[in-house]
């Protein structure tokens, strides 16, 4: 069955510098890949989505790569700030096992002053 | 627009209980999903729904049971409570599907003892 895995280590940057966040996946290549941030006690909430055949997508300071050759998608956040700081989840569809939605345990982001 | 709602924020019950955790969304969305989140851990798909009076299982729905009388409703009910249970309750909406962003309620949070 498909497997996801996020960065398993919290993320300490400082402010300014650019966060990079993985998520590889196991098994065969989704259709649409999602990113979320989550902040305590809080539900998800929707960043941004890339489609298989897209490489990458920009919206504002985020940056998503999808590379279908090494199973992985990488998160970036430029020009970091305190209020990046949050988790952030990957989510793959299983368009091949009935079209759910499959998420990463996510990865937990610090930017520091 | 509310968007997603939840109720209650939080509950505590006794091994054996039973309880509805309610979702109601005014976004119109024919998708709708019940999730579960432990610590540390990514979103389980427990059930969902594509429309009123169609439902299916997700990755752990085991016990659990929903319903989908309205395009706006779709509760949860947990008829014999096991503290296994005990998680945060995430429900969410989309328009058409997964290859849609998902639009997450504020959860509950449910304790069994």
């Known amino acids: 069955s498909q497997k996801i895995e996020q960065n398993s280590e919290a993320l300490n940057i400082q402010e300014g510098k650019t966060a990079t966040l993985t998520c590889n996946y196991t098994?065969?290549?989704?259709?649409?890949l999602q990113w979320y941030r989550q902040d305590p006690g809080r539900g998800p909430v929707f960043l941004l989505l890339?489609?298989?055949?897209?490489k990458e997508k920009r919206k504002e300071r985020l940056k998503v790569t999808f590379d279908t050759t090494l199973k992985q998608s990488l998160f970036h956040i430029t020009a970091s700030q305190p209020a990046d700081s949050a988790t952030y989840l990957c989510a793959l569809d299983m368009t091949n096992q009935g079209g759910k939605l499959i998420f990463g345990q996510g990865t937990e982001l610090s930017v520091k002053p | 627009n509310a968007g997603v709602t939840q109720t209650p924020k939080f509950r505590i019950l006794k091994i054996g209980q039973s309880m509805t955790l309610q979702c109601t969304q005014d976004?119109?969305?024919?998708?709708m999903y019940w999730y579960r989140q432990d610590p540390g851990m990514g979103l389980k798909l427990i059930y969902y729904s594509v429309g009123a009076g169609i439902t299916d299982k997700g990755e752990v729905p085991n016990g659990y049971n929903v319903s989908r009388s309205t395009t706006e409703d779709f509760p949860l009910r947990l008829e014999l409570a096991a503290p296994s249970q005990t998680s945060v309750y995430f429900c969410?909406?989309?328009?058409?599907?997964?290859?849609?962003?998902?639009?997450f309620g504020p959860g509950t949070r449910l304790l069994v003892l």
């Open positions: 098994n065969y290549s989704p259709a649409y």
């Open positions: 890339i489609r298989e055949n897209e």
């Open positions: 969410a909406s989309s328009y058409r599907g997964i290859k849609e962003t998902q639009y």
């Open positions: 976004m119109n969305h024919n998708y």
